[in-house]
């Protein structure tokens, strides 16, 4: 779904991430670790075409990213959910409409009863009207997860999803990922929280990528 072939990337004259080859199969799991700085947020906007390629090729759904139009970057993005660390909400509007709002930009009807079905799943239907200066970090957090999987994305990729909540939050996070891999939904978790990916272990398949010095590596077999 998602390949590397011998891609870097450069930012402000110094190279961040150097000869990286990889593919991401349809409905794998990967997390991807690295200290802070090591390019965990770069990798992942490679992957949605937030970015492009220093050098090498970066092929989404089967087309070369360098080669996309306007057009074309938005029709791959509405295949792509992202959930990212900081998320931002429009503090004016409820948070159904938060989540509904790629639907909303797209020009597609919000069906209210998917929406509800939706807000139960990640367990915030009791703050469908609740304004998001009042919701926890957890529940940022949930709400941000279903707007990314509301246009029904074939890739998942979160940005350090559990950085900001407590660890009970973070499985509860967890789970919602792995239910959305058993459904086979293709995820990326870049974090830096290595309890995180071995609780994983007990729940599903698995595997590492690891960035050091500028390269990803698979770091092992599965968890």
């Known amino acids: 779904m998602i390949s590397f072939e011998n891609v870097a990337y450069s930012y402000g004259g110094g190279e961040l991430l150097s000869d990286i080859s990889l593919r991401l199969a349809p409905g794998s799991f990967h997390f991807l670790t690295g200290?802070?700085?090591?390019?965990?947020?770069?990798?992942?906007?490679?992957?949605?075409?937030?970015?492009?390629?220093?050098?090498?090729?970066?092929?989404?759904?089967?087309?070369?990213?360098?080669?996309?139009n306007r057009d074309d970057v938005s029709d791959i993005r509405r295949r792509i959910g992202v959930v990212h660390q900081d998320c931002q909400f429009l503090d004016h509007l409820p948070l159904?409409?938060?989540?509904?709002?790629p639907l909303t930009?797209?020009?597609?009807e919000i069906d209210n009863q998917d929406l509800g079905d939706l807000l139960a799943w990640v367990g915030l239907k009791h703050l469908a009207d609740a304004l998001p200066p009042s919701l926890s970090g957890g529940e940022r957090q949930r709400a941000a997860l279903a707007?990314?999987?509301?246009?029904?994305?074939?890739?998942?990729?979160?940005?350090?999803?559990?950085?900001?909540?407590?660890w009970e939050m973070s499985l509860r996070?967890?789970?919602?990922?792995?239910?959305?891999?058993?459904?086979?939904?293709?995820?990326?978790?870049?974090?830096?929280?290595?309890?995180?990916?071995?609780?994983?272990?007990?729940?599903?398949?698995?595997?590492?990528?690891?960035?050091?010095?500028?390269?990803?590596q698979l770091a092992g077999a599965d968890l």
Do not use: W
């Not at 999987?149 to 407590?166: F, Q, R, S, W």
């Open 105 to 108: 930009v797209s020009g597609r």
């Open 96 to 101: 159904a409409s938060n989540v509904g709002l």
């Open 173 to 216: 996070l967890l789970l919602l990922l792995v239910e959305l891999n058993r459904m086979g939904k293709t995820i990326v978790v870049a974090t830096h929280d290595l309890n995180l990916i071995r609780q994983a272990k007990s729940h599903l398949a698995a595997r590492v990528l690891r960035i050091r010095n500028r390269r990803i």
């Open 147 to 166: 707007r990314a999987i509301i246009m029904g994305p074939d890739i998942i990729l979160a940005d350090e999803p559990t950085g900001n909540v407590d």
């Open 35 to 68: 200290p802070s700085g090591s390019g965990k947020s770069t990798f992942l906007k490679l992957c949605y075409a937030e970015l492009l390629p220093t050098v090498g090729h970066v092929t989404v759904f089967d087309r070369e990213v360098r080669s996309l």
